[in-house]
């Protein structure tokens, strides 16, 4: 058809030209509406990469020419001075130098890799005196270096240059993208119930994602939604509740867990109660027969290191637990399995623990909450609250949590304070950090003549009080029974006045008792609980762990862990139990006297000291709430079985006096009572929690002190009364196991001694007997 016959035809219908028109506008307009989806159709043929800059721009940097003749001049000046005579010299043995240390340090790590055990173990201890290497040094050795020596150096506390940098260190993974990759990783676990819960109620199948960037830089603004975030929070949990299982530790892992976990660390870098929870799934997963391979090539090995180093106490405490996993090479190597958390020592020892001291935190417990030093401030009591095992958020616990003490009793920047129906409530914006104590240095003086300064010096060391004063313990006990010993005072010019000190410790046990006894071994023993079925979290994520509640089915699993712990391997232990923590210590002891296994039968055979610190032996009136108010309170499994008078109660306290009077006869006991009754926050009104009755038994000392329920594991400071006759039995137990020893060998002695005597008078008898049997002959002689 030609131009003249379309123009014609055109004419004839003139409606076709208008539909046209309005065809074409339509397809142009759907085209700009579905332009998104338009664009991503055509670009997945398209290629996406960046087009190359103009290779043929050449770039300049312009200098200034007094810049440049300057650094001629210095150019010149360094040429000059290498043809002295003197840098002749002195440059080849800087340059020897540089040689020699790096190749002593690199042959010393061959011997750590290669070597034998004892030969490895004292090349590290060589490796990590090393301070004068240069980063470029450290680099090398971290890329020689294998997994064995790796983890060897970090348990010794070496610099953190001896280990790889974080893979990715400055590029965080997309949230969402990390998001469904966990859910992917996490389905491939099915068929599991556990899963199958934690899909229906909190995490569900993730949307395809499409044209997102898969790692984002420091520069980038990462936008991560307040759901989002609560939904990783809620993996990290759900992650530490499903690792305990051995077999579904080893196939995260195998499925590339922990480099997930490693992107984990890098979003929730600022929250270090997050990075607690994080780093307790890496304590789980540690307890893989392989897991050194995996944790040394994701990267995790440098960063265990560096959060044993930093000031966070919960970090330093769970990282030295997985790395004490990790460490296959250390001569006195124990595995710490869940709800066992080494304090001290955190670090590779050379000689063998003399003693093991195990503390078992009560109700809503925890190690940096249940042990922490006491404030000299009032304590109160709340109802509601979470658990507080390694969580700085315990604004009201019940039977447990103090007020939250920060460093001087103030709040901190970026906590507020609100007035909500005449409650006040403390809103915490920033995740505070659980420090260590720090010990007040000594001001040095700054005094030019020797005599005098000597003088003042003499005058700061001397003690306060001369050795006839007698000074009382701050917390002397108001009562105690006739059997009881320990003393209640200290000599003046052995006490040392704190009370303007401005020390506080999070967890004396951490941070104390290892300046006292640095050979002991310090366990911390964590489990959780509630007061009230609402309160219970840690039941959301699997309905089975409903029946952990139980004291019994609690006391079996810590049974089973504390001897995996290797506690009481030829060494004494001494159990501290607070509230109920002290009925799980009796009741763990009297399943190790029914067990068959010897591993579990030396825990109640090693047992040389227990102490109870306001423990319900009888019960505890708390328990009765549930008559009057369980449409409100609802009250857990815990509370329940710890009811005054109860009968199970009562049979567990019959026979663990029946073995005191018998098997334990030879255990030192210690039971404190609480001589002042407890606030309660939401009604104000004080409450004895655990009557004095409930805390006395017919053995061993006792003693009723001042303070509250809460305070009874809360000293003051060192030379408190509580402290110090806890070490008193510590120092017992140590005492009982070298006395055989000293008895056998005093023995032995004196059976020498007889052995001697006997062949002296022995030979006296025989010397009598021959000059007897001469009399006669000599007599004989003279007669003739």
Same mark, same amino acid.
């Not at 810590?558 to 391997?569: F, K, P, Q, W």
């Not at 001494?574 to 509230?579: D, E, K, N, Y």
């Not at 109920?580 to 000291?609: A, C, H, R």
């Not at 006096?657 to 309660?680: D, I, N, Q």
């Given at each position: 058809m030609s131009l003249e016959d379309l123009k014609i035809k055109l004419r004839r219908h003139p409606k076709l030209l208008g539909l046209g028109g309005v065809g074409l506008i339509t397809a142009a307009g759907f085209l700009l509406y579905e332009s998104p989806q338009v664009r991503r159709f055509l670009s997945q043929y398209v290629d996406k990469k960046s087009p190359e800059p103009d290779k043929r721009r050449a770039e300049y940097i312009y200098i200034k020419y007094h810049i440049y003749r300057e650094s001629m001049r210095k150019l010149k000046q360094k040429e000059e001075d290498e043809k002295k005579w003197i840098s002749v010299i002195i440059n080849p043995i800087g340059k020897w130098w540089k040689a020699a240390k790096h190749s002593v340090a690199w042959r010393l790590l061959n011997i750590a890799q290669t070597g034998s055990q004892p030969e490895r173990l004292k090349a590290v201890q060589q490796l990590i005196c090393m301070d004068h290497l240069k980063d470029w040094d450290f680099r090398h050795l971290a890329q020689i270096c294998d997994a064995r020596t790796a983890v060897s150096l970090a348990r010794c506390n070496a610099d953190t240059r001896w280990f790889m940098p974080v893979p990715r260190r400055g590029c965080i993974k997309n949230p969402k993208m990390l998001l469904s990759e966990l859910h992917v990783m996490l389905a491939r676990l099915r068929p599991m119930a556990c899963i199958d819960h934690f899909f229906s109620k909190y995490f569900p199948e993730q949307d395809p994602i499409e044209d997102i960037h898969e790692y984002l830089t420091q520069e980038q603004t990462i936008v991560l939604s307040t759901a989002d975030t609560d939904l990783l929070k809620e993996i990290i949990s759900f992650l530490h509740h499903i690792t305990k299982d051995p077999e579904v530790s080893a196939r995260l892992m195998r499925d590339g867990g922990l480099v997930h976990l490693m992107e984990l660390r890098k979003i929730f870098n600022d929250d270090n109660e997050t990075l607690s929870t994080l780093c307790k799934v890496l304590a789980n997963m540690s307890l893989v027969p392989d897991a050194v391979e995996h944790f040394f090539t994701s990267g995790w090995v440098g960063a265990l290191a560096e959060w044993q180093q930093c000031p966070d106490l919960r970090l330093q405490v769970i990282s030295a637990k997985t790395m004490a996993n990790l460490d296959h090479d250390d001569p006195n190597q124990c595995t710490y399995p869940p709800n066992v958390y080494p304090l001290h020592p955190r670090v590779r020892t050379r000689r063998k623990p003399k003693a093991d001291i195990v503390f078992v935190h009560g109700l809503l417990g925890g190690v940096f909450i249940t042990w922490r030093q006491r404030d000299r401030k009032p304590t109160e009591l709340g109802l509601y609250g979470k658990n507080a095992f390694y969580t700085s958020e315990t604004d009201d616990v019940f039977l447990v949590g103090e007020q939250k003490r920060l460093s001087g009793g103030k709040l901190k920047p970026g906590e507020a304070v609100k007035n909500v129906n005449g409650n006040q409530k403390t809103e915490t914006i920033k995740d505070p950090v659980l420090k260590a104590s720090k010990k007040v240095e000594e001001q040095r003086l700054n005094i030019s003549d020797a005599a005098t300064k000597e003088f003042v010096e003499t005058l700061r060391n001397e003690a306060e009080l001369d050795s006839d004063w007698e000074v009382v313990h701050p917390d002397v006990p108001l009562n105690a029974n006739e059997e009881c010993e320990g003393k209640f005072s200290v000599c003046g010019s052995e006490w040392r006045n704190q009370d303007t000190s401005e020390e506080y410790t999070n967890c004396w046990p951490m941070e104390w008792l290892p300046d006292d006894y640095p050979d002991s071994r310090i366990l911390g023993i964590d489990y959780t609980s509630a007061v009230t079925?609402?309160?219970?979290?840690? #039941?959301?994520?699997?309905?089975?762990?409903?029946?952990?509640?139980?004291?019994?089915?609690?006391?079996?699993?810590?049974?089973?862990?504390?001897?995996?712990?290797?506690?009481?391997?030829?060494?004494?232990?001494?159990?501290?139990?607070?509230?109920?923590?002290?009925?799980?210590?009796?009741?763990?002891?009297?399943?190790?006297?029914?067990?068959? =296994?010897?591993?579990?039968?030396?825990? #109640?055979?090693?047992?040389?000291?227990?102490?109870?610190?306001?423990?319900?032996?009888?019960?505890?009136?708390?328990?009765?709430?549930?008559?009057?108010?369980?449409?409100?309170?609802?009250?857990?499994?815990?509370?329940?079985?710890?009811?005054?008078?109860?009968?199970?109660?009562?049979?567990?306290?019959?026979?663990?006096?029946?073995?005191?009077?018998?098997?334990?006869?030879?255990?030192?006991?210690?039971?404190?009572?609480?001589?002042?009754?407890?606030?309660?926050?939401?009604?104000?009104?004080?409450?004895?929690?655990?009557?004095?009755?409930?805390?006395?038994?017919?053995?061993?000392?006792?003693?009723?002190?001042?303070?509250?329920?809460?305070?009874?594991?809360?000293?003051?400071?060192?030379?408190?009364?509580?402290?110090?006759?806890?070490?008193?039995?510590?120092?017992?137990?140590?005492? =009982?196991?070298?006395?055989?020893?000293?008895?056998?060998?005093?023995?032995?002695?004196?059976?020498?001694?007889?052995?001697?005597?006997?062949?002296i008078v022995a030979a006296l008898l025989e010397g009598a007997k021959g000059l007897f049997e001469s009399l006669p002959r000599v007599a004989l002689r003279f007669s003739t």
């Open positions: 079925e609402w309160s219970a979290n840690f #039941t959301k994520y699997c309905p089975c762990e409903k029946g952990q509640g139980h004291i019994d089915v609690r006391a079996n699993t810590l049974l089973d862990r504390i001897s995996a712990s290797d506690v009481g391997n030829d060494r004494p232990i001494v159990w501290i139990g607070h509230s109920m923590g002290g009925l799980l210590t009796k009741l763990i002891l009297l399943k190790s006297l029914d067990s068959q =296994e010897p591993k579990v039968q030396q825990l #109640t055979k090693n047992t040389k000291g227990i102490v109870f610190l306001g423990t319900p032996h009888r019960g505890s009136p708390i328990a009765k709430w549930k008559q009057h108010m369980q449409m409100i309170l609802s009250p857990s499994i815990e509370v329940k079985e710890m009811e005054e008078n109860s009968p199970k109660l009562l049979e567990m306290h019959r026979r663990f006096m029946g073995c005191l009077h018998t098997l334990l006869r030879h255990v030192k006991v210690v039971s404190v009572a609480e001589g002042s009754p407890t606030m309660l926050t939401s009604f104000k009104f004080p409450l004895r929690i655990v009557t004095e009755e409930s805390s006395k038994i017919d053995f061993g000392d006792f003693y009723l002190l001042k303070d509250d329920h809460l305070s009874l594991s809360k000293p003051i400071y060192r030379q408190s009364f509580l402290y110090q006759r806890l070490l008193h039995v510590i120092r017992e137990a140590i005492k =009982e196991r070298s006395d055989p020893k000293d008895q056998d060998g005093q023995s032995q002695s004196t059976s020498n001694q007889d052995v001697v005597l006997v062949k």
